[in-house]
């Protein structure tokens, strides 16, 4: 079993497409830039919004702080509230809560909106805390997240030397508090950001990544189901 279970919030948790797509689609307008395929704005969920505008679309330093001022004056207000669970994500967290599981959610949305994602949707009360990055992050590492996350439930000083600042040559040695960690997640983000810690990943096909992304980041399991989450966080019989 393991004792502590780390959650990627959108894609994994909520269906978030529907308010940050629209968030999305009127920052580009703002810039004269058509987006007819709004199925290619769901690569907005998941990154950080100056990577997708800046990277995505080209758009400059300025010009990418802008979108994000344009994007955020819609999501904060109507968007943030448009991103229901996904079938089975709450019976999920209250199974895992009851077998004594120690959760967080670990995201790169700002922690503020996560915050209240969370709390619409009824879920704060299964987490310890929500970790994310400060709204004016540029693009924050989400190693460094699940580090403050460890951190915040006090493990962190426990594994600091099998962890240590950023140094890969220990990420294999020592491991026995990081043996009780799972990250669970729908994006490459996540899986990278798990082995770059050295912790175990679990990566959700109902979100919106894709089996092979998935499997190339490095990917401890891979499911298709919530339940299946609970099967593997709570040591079934599902093997890597």
């Known amino acids: 079993m393991y004792r502590y279970v780390f959650f990627d919030l959108d894609g994994t948790l909520t269906q978030s497409e529907f308010g940050i797509v629209e968030a999305a689609s ?13 199925d290619l704005l769901k690569r907005f ?11 995505f679309y080209g758009l400059s330093d300025e010009d990418s ?17 448009l991103a ?49 990055p400060a709204l004016e992050g540029r693009d924050p590492n ?15 000083e426990e594994c600091a030397e099998e962890i240590g600042a950023g140094d ?3 990420a294999g040695a020592g491991s026995d508090v990081r043996s009780d960690i799972l990250m669970v997640g729908d994006r490459f983000y996540d899986i990278r950001a798990a082995v770059e810690v050295g912790i175990d990943s679990v990566g959700v096909l109902y979100g919106y990544g894709n089996e092979t992304e998935l ?18 966080a709570l040591g ?3 093997g890597k």
């Not at 009851?98 to 709390?119: F, H, L, Y």
Request: some cysteine; aromatic content about 10%.
């Open 142 to 156: 989400k190693a460094v997240l699940i580090r403050e996350a460890m951190r915040k439930l006090g493990i962190a």
């Open 215 to 232: 499997r190339d980041s490095g990917a401890t399991y891979i499911v298709n189901t919530p339940a299946e989450v609970v099967s593997i």
């Open 65 to 81: 702080f802008e979108a994000i001022r344009v994007y955020r004056e819609y999501y904060e207000s109507e968007g943030v509230y």
């Open 168 to 170: 890969d040559s220990s």
């Open 26 to 38: 009127r920052a580009l307008a703002h810039f004269g830039i058509e987006t007819p395929n709004r």
């Open 45 to 55: 969920i998941g990154p950080p919004l100056y990577v997708s505008f800046h990277e």
């Open 236 to 238: 079934k019989d599902y």
């Open 84 to 132: 229901p669970l996904f079938a089975g994500v709450k019976d999920m967290l209250r199974t895992l809560k009851e077998a004594g599981c120690r959760m967080m959610i670990v995201t790169s949305k700002p922690q503020n909106m996560a915050e209240v994602v969370a709390k619409h949707e009824g879920v704060s009360e299964y987490f310890e805390g929500i970790v994310g």
